[in-house]
């Protein structure tokens, strides 16, 4: 069984497609995906039509990220100027330029995203954590909107490696740190869709036309020296 880690995917329907075809879960994996699955790409539609296909083939859990909650509150009908401005508009037009197009399941989605994950070695977050407070007990702020520099996360008290995209990362390069990665590296933007497995940390990235990073053995080399060097900072 693997636990998969998948970052931003933004409206990029041809990068996660890609993905799952390099991944091919299976029933036992987990896909822990971390939110932020609409806005700013061009198909947020097919997006989340290929994460609902997904749950029949393997245990997924859906994070919820701060464009869900942006695209959720217009649906309630919130006005949508923010969200506009971030992104809504590309998500709109894929369901045909009107929000009473959106499905139901589409709504249903959008509202059973969770707002963390935990397993016994690894937490899930969108955005950021505080260090010295369980999940269940962190405030939205941090959950859904801070980035990575708007203050920099200490180790968490639990002592479990945290998981987290929404701050996106330099040169579409994976954020490996002592004590947290991030893996939001643009797809949107012209970078890469990154998934890394939790336990292996084997990793993998796409470009936003679901190709494989053509010089990703050179680049797991590098990233192999940065997890020893990680792994003897955290021991």
């Not at 949508?80 to 998500?91: C, H």
């Not at 969770?114 to 941090?142: G, I, R």
Request: net charge negative.
């Amino acid at each position: 069984m693997r636990t998969i880690a998948i970052g931003d995917i933004h409206g990029c329907s041809k990068a996660l497609d890609g993905l799952l075809q390099i991944l091919d879960p299976q029933p036992a994996d987990c896909l822990v995906f971390l939110g932020d699955y609409v806005d700013r790409g061009p198909d947020s539609r097919g997006v989340i039509d290929m994460l609902l296909e997904l749950e029949g083939r393997c245990k997924t859990v859906f994070l919820r990220g701060n464009h869900e909650i942006m695209f959720s509150g217009v649906l309630r009908g919130l006005e949508p100027t923010l969200w506009m401005q971030n992104g809504g508009s590309q998500t709109l037009t894929s369901y045909g330029g009107l929000l009473d197009h959106v499905p139901d399941r589409h709504r249903e989605f959008l509202q059973n995203c969770v707002p963390h994950y935990e397993t016994e070695k690894s937490m899930f977050v969108h955005a950021n954590y505080v260090a010295d407070l369980p999940l269940d007990q962190q405030p939205d702020l941090a959950l859904y909107w801070e980035h990575l520099n708007d203050r920099w996360p200490e180790p968490h008290v639990s002592g479990k490696h945290v998981y987290c995209g929404h701050t996106p990362q330099t040169g579409g390069q994976i954020g490996w740190y002592s004590h947290f990665t991030c893996i939001d590296t643009c797809c949107f933007g012209g970078n890469w869709l990154t998934a890394v497995d939790v336990d292996s940390w084997e990793s993998w990235q796409v470009s936003r036309q679901g190709h494989l990073r053509e010089n990703w053995r050179l680049l797991k080399k590098i990233v192999q020296k940065i997890r020893k060097n990680a792994r003897r900072y955290r021991s």
